[in-house]
Each structure stands twice: as structure tokens, then as C-alpha cells.
């Protein structure tokens, strides 16, 4: 780390984490997914019952059709409440805060990402105390096309208090990655543990050179 500064919040930036709270307190759950759980509950209900009582009662089929709604329920409400244990009460109080922090870090080198679909440009960064920060994202195609970026210098400004994201801008001199590679791959997807854009990705630098199979 180089620097880390705070400022207040813009008017735009106090909007848009307004909105990310209201999303994840509005967004529908997919009704599929929901029922698609109840499903789950049901076979594993009917496998419970089927080795203690037989099913032909209106008691038996009621009993079931209760543990489908159930699990649909529980997978409906989940997100929500899980959030607003955690992140969601830190996000609340950067709201109240009205200020984030912007922290700005020395680049060592870099490894672009192929583009998948519409998810944006991806880069790996190495940092200079050998930590990975991941920056990914459709505002990179400006600042790459106008060869700002990658750059010697990254800034990522977070929320004091949560991880939300408000931006990420690359200063110094420009930065030719040493590696590009393609996208990501199931496999890595599943076993990479990052939250996204301006996050630290806990793999060693080297090993992402080349995709997993």
C-alpha cells in the first residue's frame, strides 16, 4: 500500500449505495430456484416417510405438500436475512457515514483476462507485497483503450465499514501485462475465493498464468 485517504461521499456515490441496499431488500427471489429447493425438501421428506408409514393418507400428502412450501420458503428468504446479519448493517453505516476510503497500491505486474460474454475486462494484478487484487469490470474499456490502464499505480475506493466497491482507477506510468490469458474456467470459478471487482484473490500470482482445467 502507497496511500489511503478518505473523502466524503458524492452525491452519485451516496445514490448508487443507496440502491445497492434497496436491491438486495427488493430483488425477487427466482421462483424456480425457490421451488426447485422445495423439491429437494420433498424427496427427502418422501424418502423419511416412506420407510416409517405409507403414504396413502390425506395426511401423509398434506404433510409433504407443507415441506415443498417450506424449503421454497426457506431458499426465498435466506439471501435477505443473511444479508442484514452482515454486510448489509456495514453497508448501513457507510450510508450514515457518508464517506469512503480510498487506498492506493504500487503494481508489479499484471495478467489480463480474456473477456467472457458481457461480464467486462478482467485483470490479476500483483501487487508489491506479493498480494493479488482483481479488478474487473465494463468502465476498464475507456481507460484501456486509451492506454491508462493497466497502470503502476491502482486506487480502489471502498466503504469504511463494508467491502462495497465504489471504483477502481489506475495512475503512473502504463503497464504492459506480461500475460494474457483466457477466461476463467468452471473449475477456477469454483475454487477461486474473491468478492468481485477491487478484491484480493487468494491464489499465488504465478498459478494464474495459465488456466485450470
Not at 81 to 99: K, P, S, Y
Request: net charge negative.
Amino acid at each position: 500500500m502507497i496511500r489511503e485517504s478518505t473523502r466524503s461521499l458524492t452525491t452519485e456515490e451516496f445514490g448508487r449505495l443507496k440502491a445497492h441496499i434497496n436491491y438486495f431488500d427488493t430483488r425477487p427471489r427466482s421462483l424456480g430456484c425457490a421451488l426447485s429447493s422445495g423439491i429437494v425438501t420433498f424427496l427427502v421428506a418422501l424418502l423419511a416417510v416412506s420407510f416409517s408409514a405409507p403414504l396413502a393418507t390425506f395426511g401423509g400428502t398434506l404433510s409433504l405438500v407443507a415441506a415443498v412450501a417450506v424449503g421454497a420458503l426457506v431458499y426465498w428468504r435466506w439471501p435477505r436475512a443473511h444479508l442484514e446479519t452482515g454486510e448489509r448493517q456495514r453497508l448501513e453505516q457507510d450510508l450514515a457515514a457518508r464517506e469512503l476510503v480510498a487506498t492506493t497500491y504500487a503494481v508489479a505486474d499484471a495478467i489480463q483476462v480474456e473477456e467472457f460474454e458481457d461480464e467486462g475486462l478482467t485483470f490479476f494484478l500483483l501487487l508489491d507485497d506479493d498480494r493479488v487484487l482483481i479488478v474487473n469490470g465494463q468502465y476498464l474499456y475507456d481507460p484501456v483503450a486509451n492506454g491508462e490502464a493497466p497502470a503502476r499505480f491502482v486506487t480502489v475506493a471502498r466503504g469504511r465499514h463494508s467491502s462495497y466497491v465504489f471504483g477502481v482507477t489506475f495512475s503512473g506510468e502504463p503497464l504492459r501485462p506480461s500475460t494474457v490469458r483466457s477466461h476463467l474456467t468452471e473449475r477456477e470459478w469454483e475454487e477461486f475465493s474473491f468478492d468481485g471487482d477491487g478484491s484480493f484473490l487468494g491464489e499465488p500470482f504465478e498459478i494464474l498464468r495459465h488456466p485450470r482445467g
